[in-house]
């Protein structure tokens, strides 16, 4: 093998949305999930990460879109790496997301997938999709799922060492072709970021049980829903999913509010539009974007009336999109 193919690797991985939602973890340091979820990968927005390991490097260096960040969060994952291959260079790794970073769009979980990827690679592993997702996984939770396309769900796992809680394929974006609005409503990054907001949850929410009690159930409900392609159920229940979570944090103490007036008139502007027959539910994260998920053929009413929606600065719009994989 020629010295940058073992050494430097780029891969691109796309952002992904959960429609069965993961918040609050079983154990912190192995990024383990208390709950299972199960969600849909975006064509649209993706991160391309590039990992070049240096013999010499005193230390990690990380860029992500042109700009300095603090490597420590990065040299714990590439640490796992490193220890993997039986190698101890340090790396530089250099990141660009096509949308805005750490403003709830899922960089974090396009962001590890592409670094699991790029930095196996180029530390010469080789690992199988179960590894990687199980690797990704302990950079942040959703990263596990990033690694698929179509829908996926992340099996929460009973295992301490998490060797169980890994992401799988459900269904190819071409089986079940959906659309997504991203209603943008605020660029800038969120001030809790998710790994702060479901910290040590079970001992500051008094919803926390309740969350996770009923986790399975609204799981079989998705995947069936999902295989029998019933859309109203499964917007239904990602819907129903987004707002049990937004409850949650909301119900955490201190109390966690996302959404701002903009938000919230999307979400009516939602309801509004099923109310006069288009088949759309939304769904948010740790953050303040809207997402309305619906079949192609009324894509452009919805985002028509996003776009029109006091305080949407912007819409995005995607198909179901493919697996990571590697660039060069
Ligand atoms: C609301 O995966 O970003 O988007 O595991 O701490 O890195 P860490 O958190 P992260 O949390 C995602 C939370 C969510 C719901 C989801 O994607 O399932």
Known sequence: MSARSTHS?????????ALIKYWGKRDDRLKLPAVGSISITLDALYSDTRVSFFPGAAQD????????????????????????????YRARV????????????????SGFAAL???????????????????L????????????????????RGTRDDGSDAFAEPMLDAAEWPLDIVVAITDRAPKTVNSS??????????????????HADGDLDAMRESIAARDFETVGAL?????????????????GLIYWNPATVAAMQAVRALRSDGVPVYFTIDAGPQVKAICPPEH??????????????????????????????
């Open 9 to 17: 690797c780029t891969a691109r991985a796309h952002s992904n949305i």
């Open 61 to 88: 260096s990380v860029d992500i879109g042109g700009r300095k960040t603090d490597p420590a969060p990065f040299t714990a994952f590439l640490d796992l790496v490193r220890a993997r291959a039986g190698i101890d």
């Open 94 to 109: 250099e990141s660009w997301n096509n949308f805005p970073t750490g403003a709830g769009l899922a960089s974090s979980a």
């Open 116 to 134: 699991a990827l790029a930095a196996t690679r180029a530390a010469g592993l080789d690992l199988d999709a179960r590894e990687l997702s199980i």
């Open 136 to 155: 990704a996984r302990q950079g942040s939770g959703s990263a596990a799922r990033s690694l698929f396309g179509g829908f996926v769900e992340m099996h």
């Open 196 to 213: 702060t907001g479901m910290s040590g949850l079970a001992d500051r929410s008094d919803y926390y049980n309740a969350w996770v009690s």
């Open 238 to 254: 990602a819907e129903m999913s987004c707002l049990k979570l937004h409850g949650l944090m909301m119900s955490t103490r201190p």
């Open 299 to 328: 894509t452009a009413t919805v985002e028509q009336a996003l776009a029109g929606v006091p305080g949407v600065l912007d819409t995005r719009r995607s198909a179901l999109g493919p697996a990571a994989y590697v660039l060069d």
